[in-house]
Protein backbone atom coordinates (compact mmCIF):
# COMPACT_ATOMS: atom_id res chain seq x y z
CA UNK A 1 0.00 0.00 0.00
CA UNK A 2 1.12 3.49 -0.72
CA UNK A 3 1.92 6.08 1.84
CA UNK A 4 -0.07 9.33 1.04
CA UNK A 5 3.45 10.66 -0.08
CA UNK A 6 4.25 8.20 -2.43
CA UNK A 7 0.73 8.39 -3.68
CA UNK A 8 1.24 12.22 -4.80
CA UNK A 9 4.26 11.66 -5.94
CA UNK A 10 2.65 9.48 -8.50
CA UNK A 11 0.00 11.70 -9.12
CA UNK A 12 -0.27 14.03 -12.63
CA UNK A 13 -0.59 17.73 -12.67
CA UNK A 14 -2.40 19.46 -15.40
CA UNK A 15 0.03 22.63 -16.27
CA UNK A 16 -2.32 25.07 -18.17
CA UNK A 17 -0.65 24.76 -21.96
CA UNK A 18 -2.10 20.79 -21.61
CA UNK A 19 0.82 19.21 -20.57
CA UNK A 20 0.33 16.36 -17.74
CA UNK A 21 3.74 16.69 -15.54
CA UNK A 22 3.99 13.80 -12.88
CA UNK A 23 4.36 16.01 -9.37
CA UNK A 24 7.51 14.56 -8.34
CA UNK A 25 8.97 15.36 -12.03
CA UNK A 26 7.83 18.99 -11.82
CA UNK A 27 9.50 19.41 -8.06
CA UNK A 28 12.49 18.33 -9.27
CA UNK A 29 12.24 21.19 -12.13
CA UNK A 30 10.95 23.93 -9.46
CA UNK A 31 14.06 22.65 -7.12
CA UNK A 32 16.42 22.99 -10.87
CA UNK A 33 14.68 26.46 -10.76
CA UNK A 34 15.51 27.45 -7.34
CA UNK A 35 19.14 25.94 -7.04
CA UNK A 36 21.59 28.34 -6.34
CA UNK A 37 19.34 31.39 -6.99
CA UNK A 38 17.82 32.42 -3.78
CA UNK A 39 14.43 33.47 -3.11
CA UNK A 40 12.03 33.92 -5.95
CA UNK A 41 8.74 35.00 -6.44
CA UNK A 42 5.87 32.64 -7.28
CA UNK A 43 5.22 35.06 -10.26
CA UNK A 44 8.57 34.29 -11.65
CA UNK A 45 8.65 30.57 -10.94
CA UNK A 46 5.21 30.26 -12.63
CA UNK A 47 6.55 32.04 -15.67
CA UNK A 48 9.42 29.82 -15.98
CA UNK A 49 7.40 25.96 -15.55
CA UNK A 50 4.25 28.08 -17.33
CA UNK A 51 1.70 27.23 -15.21
CA UNK A 52 0.52 29.38 -12.16
CA UNK A 53 0.85 30.45 -8.20
CA UNK A 54 -1.67 28.09 -7.14
CA UNK A 55 0.33 25.04 -8.94
CA UNK A 56 3.82 26.71 -7.40
CA UNK A 57 2.56 26.60 -3.63
CA UNK A 58 1.24 22.50 -4.57
CA UNK A 59 4.68 21.66 -5.31
CA UNK A 60 6.43 23.51 -2.52
CA UNK A 61 4.08 21.49 -0.90
CA UNK A 62 4.68 18.20 -2.21
CA UNK A 63 8.37 18.94 -1.42
CA UNK A 64 8.80 16.87 1.78
CA UNK A 65 9.78 20.31 3.44
CA UNK A 66 12.32 20.89 0.48
CA UNK A 67 11.08 23.59 -0.70
CA UNK A 68 10.47 27.08 1.36
CA UNK A 69 7.22 29.20 0.63
CA UNK A 70 6.50 32.52 2.40
CA UNK A 71 6.18 35.90 1.57
CA UNK A 72 9.48 36.59 0.14
CA UNK A 73 8.95 33.77 -2.40
CA UNK A 74 10.26 30.57 -2.51
CA UNK A 75 13.84 28.95 -1.77
CA UNK A 76 15.52 25.70 -1.29
CA UNK A 77 15.78 24.78 2.24
CA UNK A 78 19.00 23.17 2.04
CA UNK A 79 19.75 26.93 0.88
CA UNK A 80 18.60 29.43 2.81
CA UNK A 81 19.79 30.99 6.20
CA UNK A 82 18.98 29.32 9.84
CA UNK A 83 17.00 32.89 10.07
CA UNK A 84 14.78 32.22 6.93
CA UNK A 85 13.83 28.36 7.79
CA UNK A 86 13.19 29.29 11.50
CA UNK A 87 10.55 32.27 10.07
CA UNK A 88 8.93 30.07 7.46
CA UNK A 89 8.18 27.21 10.47
CA UNK A 90 7.20 29.91 12.69
CA UNK A 91 4.86 31.52 10.18
CA UNK A 92 3.38 28.06 9.56
CA UNK A 93 2.86 26.83 12.57
CA UNK A 94 1.12 30.25 13.47
CA UNK A 95 -1.07 29.55 10.31
CA UNK A 96 -1.89 25.93 11.74
CA UNK A 97 -2.96 27.15 15.02
CA UNK A 98 -5.26 29.67 13.18
CA UNK A 99 -6.78 27.27 10.91
CA UNK A 100 -7.49 24.70 14.02
CA UNK A 101 -9.31 27.51 15.79
CA UNK A 102 -11.67 28.53 12.88
CA UNK A 103 -11.96 24.13 12.80
CA UNK A 104 -12.97 24.62 16.47
CA UNK A 105 -15.41 27.52 16.17
CA UNK A 106 -17.08 25.93 12.41
CA UNK A 107 -17.63 23.09 14.95
CA UNK A 108 -18.59 24.76 17.59
CA UNK A 109 -21.50 26.70 14.84
CA UNK A 110 -22.60 23.56 13.47
CA UNK A 111 -23.51 22.55 16.79
CA UNK A 112 -25.72 25.44 17.85
Not at 22 to 41: P, S
Not at 56 to 75: C, P, V
Request: hydrophobic content about 40%; some cysteine.
Amino acid sequence: MLTIHEAAREAWLPFPRGEKVRIEDAVRRLMQLLDGRGWRTAKELASALQTDDRTIRALADASNGQILGGQRGYSLCAQASVEDVAHVERALLSQARAMTERARQIRIARNR
